[in-house]
């Protein structure tokens, strides 16, 4: 089944050592997200890939890096987390940018931050 | 900015209950509305979608009315399953943009 795959499920990092989570999708879709989703809160986007042109939202910190090497694959990379960062982190794809486009998403990443 | 509240959780039913999830939206323009379900271990899916006011959103025999007189688009199921229990979000997308603004989520969880 064409889906979204998010790697991996569970991570343990140490305050400041640098970790990458990935998203792959055999979707094929050409816009690419990350969101961030803490304890009983929102999800929370923190920027997005159409194809690949990169877009941050304005209040994402900059400890936060996204690379697309290809359409299939996205990576979100933090820098050096910190107790903060800890959440679950989504992927989600969508064909186009449009107002009712619908999203697919990953079962995302949970990130501990010790 | 735009925004979505929803109803605090979570929320416990008794199998074939009926169900109301409360969503109330803030926005400038006319946005689409969805209800995203996520199930325990998965991502979160689509539920249904409503793209303009009055439209009626179904599916799995859970309905939305977008409501813009009332900025509403509250959840509803005549009768719950046990498999129905997962949290749900509410969600809008301002016309011509492509970010969901989500809710807080309410968990639901439907006993035997």
């Known amino acids: 089944d064409a889906m979204v795959i998010q790697n991996p499920r569970y991570q343990v990092t140490q305050f400041g050592k640098p970790v990458t989570l990935s998203c792959s999708q055999t979707?094929?879709?050409?816009?690419m997200y990350w969101y961030q989703q803490k304890s009983s809160q929102a999800p929370k986007l923190l920027f997005h890939?159409?194809?690949?042109?990169?877009?941050n939202e304005a209040d994402t910190p900059d400890n936060f890096q996204s690379r697309r090497p290809n359409t299939s694959f996205c990576f979100l990379d933090i820098r050096s987390p910190g107790l903060g960062d800890a959440a679950m982190y989504l992927c989600?794809?969508?064909?186009?940018?449009?107002?009712?486009?619908?999203?697919?998403f990953g079962a995302g990443s949970r990130l501990t931050v010790l | 900015g735009d925004s979505v509240t929803q109803m605090e959780g979570p929320v416990t039913l008794s199998e074939e209950a009926f169900l109301t999830i409360n969503c109330t939206y803030t926005a400038t323009g006319y946005p689409s509305l969805f209800w995203y379900v996520q199930y325990p271990g998965e991502g979160l899916q689509l539920l249904l979608k409503a793209t303009k006011a009055d439209d009626k959103g179904s599916n799995k025999g859970f309905e939305a009315t977008y409501r813009k007189e009332t900025t509403s688009f509250h959840l509803e199921k005549g009768s719950v399953q046990v498999s129905d229990s997962a949290v749900y979000f509410c969600a809008l997308s301002e016309g011509g943009g492509y970010a969901l603004n989500f809710g807080k989520g309410t968990s639901l969880l439907v006993t035997p």
């Open positions: 989600a794809t969508s064909t186009t940018r449009a107002g009712a486009n619908v999203l697919t």
């Open positions: 890939y159409y194809d690949k042109d990169f877009n």
């Open positions: 979707l094929n879709h050409n816009v």
